[in-house]
């Protein structure tokens, strides 16, 4: 990103004074078509700041850096699917123990048996 928005374009053949300070060298040919070329500016405000290669730094940066936030809420969400499956599954088994059901298949038993047996 520092070579997008702190410097001019490496195709614009500015001369280096310091890290904030280039010449033009007007011996050497520019491109042509790099518009950055004329947006370049010594001023410390402004620098690059408007330069397409700056941008494009920029965006690559926010786009890194919204995929590693992206992984991390995959992550988060299926720990928590495991958690509430666990959750599910811990409540179930608490209600069958709770009603004195056996383990295993849930029989339905008669709370008052009927008088006549077959």
């Given at each position: 990103m520092?070579?997008?928005?702190c410097?001019?374009?490496?195709?614009?053949a500015?001369?280096?004074?310091?890290?904030t300070?280039w010449?033009a060298?007007?011996?050497?040919?520019t491109?042509?078509?790099?518009?950055?070329c004329?947006?370049?500016?010594?001023?410390?405000?402004t620098l690059?700041?408007?330069?397409d290669?700056?941008?494009a730094g920029?965006?690559?940066?926010?786009?890194?850096?919204?995929?590693?936030?992206?992984?991390?809420?995959?992550?988060?969400?299926?720990?928590?699917?495991?958690?509430?499956?666990?959750?599910?599954?811990?409540?179930?088994?608490?209600?069958?123990?709770e009603n004195?059901?056996?383990?295993g298949?849930?029989?339905m038993t008669?709370t008052?048996?009927?008088?006549?047996?077959?």
């Amino acid at each position: 990103m520092q070579s997008g928005c702190c410097k001019p374009p490496t195709s614009c053949a500015y001369n280096y004074v310091n890290e904030t300070f280039w010449t033009a060298n007007p011996g050497v040919p520019t491109v042509v078509n790099d518009v950055d070329c004329s947006k370049w500016s010594n001023d410390q405000q402004t620098l690059c700041f408007q330069c397409d290669s700056c941008k494009a730094g920029v965006l690559a940066g926010i786009k890194k850096s919204w995929r590693k936030v992206a992984i991390l809420n995959i992550v988060v969400l299926i720990i928590l699917v495991i958690v509430y499956v666990a959750g599910c599954a811990a409540f179930r088994n608490a209600r069958r123990i709770e009603n004195d059901e056996p383990f295993g298949m849930a029989r339905m038993t008669k709370t008052q048996p009927s008088r006549f047996q077959f």
